[in-house]
């Protein structure tokens, strides 16, 4: 990227709009926002209460300290860091320093990242994967000492839960089947029972996004997201699409998917003779393996059906996340089967070779174009606004009837009146506007009427919003086909508010996050009052 510019890949301007809009709405002092402003060209979406909220906040953080067209490689190069650091903390936990650097090195740039990073632009799931393999220490750890480790844990848990939500779904998933691991392993249910209680600390923690964002999708369109070529069907390993550009790329991950699952074999042959000295690390790195190589085959189909909330993983080579942390742990614990000093060194050689003549290929095939961060940038400054996400529309919204190339609107501008006869939007006539606010959260304005009207506002219509004129609330209309808010106004001056209130759900979320913190807090403080006395 220092040399080629930014790697612009499938989900580069869906992030960048998110950590832009996030970062004008920290000027308007909003710290936590739930409505991203600028989306559907203005109009708005709800994408900030079902997007978990790490990843846009680590990048609005990053973008008020750097230019923004530098913030992408920054928060790549970070995140990688972050997870090379993360595996060398879990591989030391069995193996000597120089297969945990090793372990720390492959896992870093293992070939799912590089997909990420020069294909498809996923900040949030990446951020996820670096995570990975602190959680997988947190639960051998929990297994091994029981509740000393829960709030540790929890933490962890939840911040895959806070980043990416497929990739919470893996892992949640996962879990279980490292604690049936750790059961068969000491022949005890200790590691079911105390694990159990971990993950419930960790929802408990992000139950402030969980539990909004799993209640509110009965106010959008939240099906959208499995949707035609997205839904798993469509995209196990060498599946067929009717979209050809689509097939294409799920054939490029198919066969580096081939590639890490061969390599993934050859790893736990050469390591099987190891695993006296690393039972545990040799058995959850294949039960990892063998679980995720699975579910990325069609054979695995009833599976992705029956499964609670497992389709929501969208594609199945998502799986690639636990099959590279597998093939990490599995291909650093072979190299302790050779003593001879050239012998462990072609292990290494011959991963990082696989490794780097991959990259080679997506570095010559991935799309270069660093004027994505210029580009939302200026759509923002110029109140144009960017495209919404389909399955974050509001219920009875239609894309197709939001255009994209119309005029950019200041806030007096967004308010137009809605003519009796033909039920059309058209600009103001006999209207005067005056407004006092207009923020992504609250718009405030005073309105001067000689006849009774419709205001059309420039907002999709939300549960979320109330309104109300002269200090009482008012029943909020919405507009066929787009959902844009109406609101009904009878002659006269009036003072108009729209306000994105807090729903219950929020509040029930908040609570729960704030009252798991507390026990957490409070039981770690105790246990080490009670081991500093011991």
């Not at 979406?45 to 750097?66: D, K, N, Q, V």
């Not at 691991?181 to 996004?209: D, I, N």
């Not at 597998?326 to 072609?346: D, E």
């Not at 960017?386 to 501008?413: K, V």
């Amino acid at each position: 990227m220092f040399f080629l510019g930014q790697a612009s890949g499938h989900d580069i301007q869906f992030h960048l709009a998110s950590w832009m809009d996030v970062a004008g709405q920290w000027r308007e002092r909003i710290l936590y926002p739930r409505w991203a402003e600028w989306a559907n060209w203005g109009f708005g979406e709800p994408r900030f209460i079902f997007y978990p909220p790490a990843s846009w906040m680590a990048g609005a953080a990053l973008g008020t300290l750097l230019p923004w067209k530098l913030v992408p490689g920054a928060y790549l190069w970070l995140t990688l860091v972050a997870a090379g650091m993360a595996m060398w903390k879990l591989a030391r936990e069995w193996l000597p320093s120089p297969q945990a650097q090793a372990a720390a090195l492959f896992f870093a740039v293992n070939p799912y990242n590089l997909i990420i990073v020069y294909y498809r632009s996923d900040y949030a799931e990446l951020l996820a994967i670096a995570l990975l393999p602190l959680l997988v220490l947190c639960a051998v750890r929990v297994s091994n000492e029981g509740s000393r480790y829960v709030p540790l844990f929890a933490l962890v848990f939840a911040g895959i839960w806070l980043s990416n939500a497929p990739a919470a779904v893996i892992a949640t998933y996962s879990l279980p089947l490292i604690f049936l691991v750790e059961c068969a392993l000491e022949r005890k249910a200790r590691p079911l029972l105390s694990g159990g209680v971990a993950m419930l600390g960790g929802l408990g923690l992000a139950a402030f996004y969980i539990l909004p964002a799993a209640w509110e999708q009965r106010w959008v369109q939240i099906e959208q997201a499995v949707g035609d070529n997205l839904h798993p069907s469509q995209n196990f390993l060498f599946a067929h699409a009717t979209d050809v550009d689509f097939q294409k790329f799920n054939w490029t991950v198919s066969y580096v998917a081939a590639g890490v699952i061969f390599v993934a074999i050859v790893a736990a042959v050469a390591s099987a003779g190891t695993k006296r000295n690393f039972p545990q690390l040799w058995w959850i790195g294949m039960a990892l393996g063998a679980t995720s190589t699975l579910l990325m085959v069609p054979l695995s189909a009833p599976v992705w059906t029956h499964l609670p909330e497992l389709h929501f993983i969208q594609f199945p080579w998502r799986w690639l996340g636990p099959l590279d942390l597998a093939c990490t742990l599995l291909a650093a614990a072979s190299m302790s089967r050779w003593r001879q000093g050239w012998a462990k060194l072609l292990i290494p050689v011959f991963v990082l070779g696989a490794i780097g003549t991959a990259a080679a290929s997506m570095v010559h095939t991935a799309w270069w174009d660093s004027c994505d961060a210029p580009f939302i940038a200026a759509e923002i400054s110029s109140a144009h606004g960017y495209e919404g996400t389909d399955e974050y529309a509001p219920l009875g919204s239609d894309h197709s009837d939001l255009l994209p190339n119309g005029p950019a609107y200041g806030p007096a501008e967004q308010i137009a009146e809605k003519a009796n006869d033909s039920g059309a939007i058209v600009r103001s006539a006999g209207v005067r506007v005056h407004v006092e606010r207009w923020s992504a959260e609250r718009k405030v304005f005073t309105v001067e009427t000689a006849h009774q009207t419709e205001l059309a506002l420039h907002v999709l219509d939300y549960p979320a919003w109330a309104a109300t004129v002269d200090g009482d609330a008012t029943q909020i209309e919405a507009a066929a086909d787009t959902a844009q808010i109406i609101l009904p106004l009878p002659a006269g001056s009036h003072h108009v508010e729209l306000r994105f209130k807090r729903t219950w759900d929020r509040v029930a979320g908040d609570t729960i996050s704030v009252l798991f913190a507390s026990g957490l807090l409070g039981f770690a403080f105790v246990r080490n009052r009670k081991l500093s006395s011991s």
